[in-house]
């Protein structure tokens, strides 16, 4: 037979669990993002950054690091870690290359069943791009 105090460590250890599983996400509300004078991409989604060097918008990169570096703070760190660097409990975004941009896209516009929400009616694509391009400034590819 269980201690009490057994049986209330367990009882508060598992409230605990469920609270760290609950919170665990962080703040996932998307928050607004000003993109300044990047162009604005429309709807449908593209299958690749158009901000990285060397396509459409390249030209455009460094300020897209700068827009993507104030959307990433606000709307990924709680959940994907300070600039991109994951705790191991989401995935590391340092870890994307470019071959990955549609699986991307998709991920951000669409949420996951996991718990990350979707970001299509609260993030143009202009902001997501720009927040990917933030992503490869700080990962080095």
């Known amino acids: 037979m269980m201690s009490s105090i057994s049986l209330r460590t367990l009882i508060l250890g598992a409230g605990l669990a ?4 609950a919170f665990g996400h962080g703040n996932v509300t998307p928050q607004p993002v000003d993109t300044g004078d990047l162009p604005d991409l429309g709807t449908e989604a593209l299958k690749e950054n158009p901000f990285r060097a060397g396509n ?3 030209n455009l990169n460094a300020q897209a690091v700068e827009v993507g ?3 990433y703070a606000g709307n990924c760190a709680g959940c ?3 600039e991109a660097q994951s705790g191991g409990l989401t995935p590391d975004l340092r870890e ?3 071959w990955d941009d549609e699986y991307y896209i998709g ?3 669409n949420g996951t069943e996991r718990g990350m929400p979707s970001f299509k009616s609260n993030l143009g694509q202009t ?3 720009s927040i990917r391009t933030y992503i490869e400034s700080v990962s080095g590819k």
Request: aromatic share 14%; hydrophobic share 50%; no cysteine.
């Open 18 to 21: 469920w609270t760290i599983a």
């Open 56 to 58: 459409e918008y390249g």
């Open 69 to 71: 570096k104030s959307a």
């Open 80 to 82: 994907h870690g300070i």
């Open 96 to 98: 994307l290359t470019e």
């Open 107 to 109: 991920r951000v516009m």
């Open 127 to 129: 902001a997501i791009w």
